[in-house]
């Protein structure tokens, strides 16, 4: 009953408030008829435990209704007071909230009459009953006729569309300026001022918030329009200030609805506004805010939004505000990977969080090494979800950590055992054909143990049996040679970075002979391979390759990696403020295909579409696109194809593109010689013996270009494991040779990779043992050189 008089309540007034005239509607509206049909509405949803016929009463009620709402308010709008505006916008709020809820509820009775009987014919049932309803004028008996109905949907449309209508009317531009305008009346919060009360939210705060509440609504009912409404609010810098003022007042204070809608507000529109934003406005002209704020805003965020992934919000608004959040923390953090404004330790999260993830990878590890416990193979849910959408709020050592647990589940579900090893035969002088051809048809089963064996050069089988060191120096070995841009596979950038050549099909050695697309694959097998055993392979990868490996998107930003005189020409262009007729620039590009120029449109008829002031951040972005995208897609697909048959993208999207280069490639920091000492161990040799003990003399002194040749001459890899030397495997060692004494320091020294193996001659002469070093790790070779 009490439901139905809500539905009564909604028609009646409707109607009454038609009827009269427009102040006095606004009289009605403020005093008298609103605030009672708000408190009705914000009734638990469990209410709506009538199914068809309420569900359908109310979104027509509320149809009606809202349009009388948006009829007063798109007439009296720009003479509206804030206070009359927050109450419009918290109204037409919550009934588009109510509406929603409306929708929910006959979806799942819908569902519930389909499943009993789907084959029955619509039935109708009308009941008459009568009603109190409280106007302006006193209580009201007012006949309302109660229909059930199971074909709702035909019923509901109408209604449905109604609603539609009447949010297409205030969801353009023009009303939502008219609508700002009148909130930046608001006056701004004081400097310093403390955190919003929850319960008891200021007048002013009311407005802003309510204004926030009803925005978040329209982006619901019109997806469509989001791009409308956000140009709308992040091109008025007034605007974002004014949120970003009201964001440090209320980012500590989480469970009120209107709190929560003005942080989501304010994390969209920024978001939205940071992808027109390049890096010299972000950095040099600090557009829109100084770098300092937008530190600030990382440490508000995080407080915000991570307590959400370890505590779930409860509330839709709360779910929006984590989602919007984690979106505008993942865009500053990108943006963080570019050029580094906050350091590694900025966006991590509590340490009572970050313990809760070591304890359970420890935990799993000490069941996993006691017999007599099971090691759970799943996380956390709350853990996997961090994972998957903020991972930088934990640690990249704990990520790693977190890589590796994932590997070793993987491996143990293989069966791996010595049985099912696969034996490889490869010709010294056809490393990549052979790799190829005895590898790439096993997919996934790549993951499993692979037993290299060489042929060398004269066509003999090389002695000895594969431990893991003879396939580290195929794929070594394939990745210096099928990499190199020679190869015809991969390009370079300016700063010698790789990524894939678009020209591969008519570039590469086998053409005609080999699909270019199908050894780019099998490159992302050998990569994917790699990581899987922890190889460190000699490969740097241009970043926005990286980030496509990643599954990100690229920015515009990354062209100046690529072309850094096509960047420059594009900033140029974009901020060109002349006659762009002068530019005589066309939606098209024109690059050069062995010495031949070739011209491709960027749109439909690009050619006949010349480039103007009002289409420019077009035309920027869709050239930028076409140079780091659209013309190396199907070889960065194919490359992906290859490389996630052995890696899970959810493992590796849990780094950012520089730290996936060194799970690639290893640390970018300096070779320690000490660590590298502590963990060194010796074949003939002793710690204490005297020719040890000068080797180490003399690389202490090396500078670190120098120390990273040694370690490349060794081990194929100039950079250091990223945990340390502890984690080298092989472990680096120092063998002694069968010289004689005499001969020992006119001997140079010499490497097995496969084996991390220095094979270092007895020298007692301090400078003949730098000599000998330096000139046989320049020279870069290792078994021949002696």
């Known amino acids: ?54 569900a359908h009463s109310t979104i027509e009620g509320a149809s009606y209704l809202l349009g009388n709402l948006v009829e007063l308010s798109t007439s009296s709008l720009s003479t509206s007071s804030p206070k009359e505006t927050a109450l419009f916008a918290l109204s037409a709020g919550k009934l588009l909230a109510h509406v929603r809820q409306c929708q929910d509820a006959m979806g799942s009775a819908g569902e519930e009459e389909e499943m009993e009987d789907a084959e029955d014919e619509a039935e109708v049932e009308k009941e008459h009953m009568e009603v109190e309803v409280e106007t302006a004028a006193g209580l009201t ?4 006729t109660r229909i059930r109905h199971k074909d709702t949907g035909s019923r509901l449309s109408p209604a449905l569309a109604a609603v539609k209508q009447h949010v297409q009317a205030i969801c353009n531009k023009e009303y939502i300026c008219k609508l700002l305008d009148v909130v930046q009346k608001v ?56 949120l970003w003022d009201w964001f440090k007042c209320v980012s500590k204070g989480q469970g009120d609805a209107g709190a929560d809608s003005l942080l989501t507000m304010f994390c969209l529109v920024y978001n939205h506004l940071l992808m027109t934003v390049d890096n010299v406005e972000f950095y040099e002209n600090q557009f829109p805010f100084s770098l300092d704020q937008v530190r600030d805003m990382v440490e508000r965020l995080k407080a915000s939004v991570y307590n959400l992934y370890w505590d779930p919000p409860p509330s839709v608004v709360g779910k929006r505000l984590r989602a919007s959040g984690t979106a505008l923390l993942n865009r500053l953090f990108e943006r963080n990977c570019f050029k580094q404004f906050a350091a590694p330790e900025a966006w991590l999260a509590t340490d009572r969080h970050v313990s809760a993830v070591q304890s359970e990878l420890d935990a799993w590890s000490a069941a996993r090494l006691d017999p007599n416990q099971v090691a759970e193979d799943g996380m956390d849910a709350r853990h996997v979800l961090v994972l998957k959408n903020v991972p930088f709020a934990l640690p990249f050592p704990l990520r790693l950590r977190i890589l590796r647990h994932s590997i070793l589940l993987d491996k143990n579900k293989l069966m791996d055992i010595p049985q099912n090893w696969i034996p490889t035969r490869i010709q010294r002088s056809r490393v990549v054909e052979d790799g190829y051809l005895g590898l790439n048809a096993l997919g996934k089963d790549l993951k499993r143990t692979i037993q290299i064996s060489f042929v060398s050069q004269e066509g003999l089988l090389e002695a000895g049996i594969d431990g893991g060191g003879l396939f580290k120096e195929f794929v070594n070995t394939l990745s210096g040679q099928a990499f190199n841009p020679h190869y015809g596979l991969f390009r370079s950038t300016p700063d010698k970075l790789l990524f894939p050549n678009p020209n591969a099909e008519t570039a590469h050695p086998w053409q005609g002979t080999m699909d270019h697309l199908k050894l780019l694959e099998f490159l992302g097998r050998i990569v994917g391979k790699a990581i899987y055993d922890g190889i460190l392979v000699e490969l740097r990868l241009a970043p926005f390759f990286l980030r496509k490996m990643l599954g990100k998107e690229t920015y515009f930003d990354d062209l100046k990696s690529l072309d850094p005189d096509l960047y420059k020409n594009l900033m140029f262009v974009k901020n060109y ?27 439909p008829n690009g050619s006949q579409v010349a480039v103007t002031a009002d289409n420019v951040l077009r035309y920027k972005n869709l050239v930028s696109d076409y140079w780091l995208n659209r013309r190396i897609q199907q070889q960065s697909q194919a490359f992906m194809r290859g490389l996630s048959d052995l890696m899970d993208q959810e493992w590796l999207r849990m780094f950012s593109p520089e730290e996936l280069q060194m799970i690639i490639s290893g640390s970018v920091q300096p070779v320690d010689i000490q660590d590298l000492r502590r963990h060194c161990v010796y074949g003939g040799y002793t710690p204490d013996h005297e020719s040890v003990q000068l080797f180490w003399r003399v ?56 084996m991390n193996l220095l094979k270092l001659p007895a020298y007692t002469s301090e400078d003949d043992c730098r000599e000998r070093i330096l000139y046989a790790i320049s020279a870069g070779a290792g078994f021949e050189l002696s």
């Open 577 to 603: 403020k002349d006659d762009f007729e002068d530019l005589a620039l066309n939606f098209v590009v024109v690059e050069d295909h062995f010495g031949e120029a070739r011209t491709t449109d960027l749109i």
């Open 187 to 242: 006056p701004p919060p004081a400097p310093g001022a403390s955190d919003t009360p929850v319960d008891a939210p200021p007048q002013d705060f009311r407005v802003v918030s309510a204004t926030c509440g009803l925005l978040m609504q329209l982006l619901e009912f019109l997806p469509d329009a989001k791009t409308d409404v956000l140009n709308a609010l992040a091109f008025k810098p007034a605007v974002l200030s004014m």
């Open 141 to 144: 008996r007012v006949q309302h």
């Open 699 to 754: 690389v202490e002194k090396f500078t670190p270009k120098q120390r990273e040749e040694l370690l490349l001459f060794v081990t194929s890899c100039s950079r250091p494991p990223l945990l340390g030397f502890k984690e080298l495997f092989p472990a680096f060692c120092i063998q002694k040779t069968a010289h004689p004494a005499e001969e020992a320091n006119s001997r140079l020294p010499t490497a097995s990779t496969c």
């Open 1 to 54: 009953g009490a439901y139905e008089g809500l539905c009564a309540h909604l028609l009646t007034r409707s109607m009454l408030f038609k009827r009269l005239s427009a102040p006095a509607r606004k009289v009605l509206w403020l005093d008298a008829l609103w605030p009672n049909v708000l408190s009705a509405l914000t009734k638990d949803a469990a209410t709506l435990s009538d199914g068809f016929c309420g």
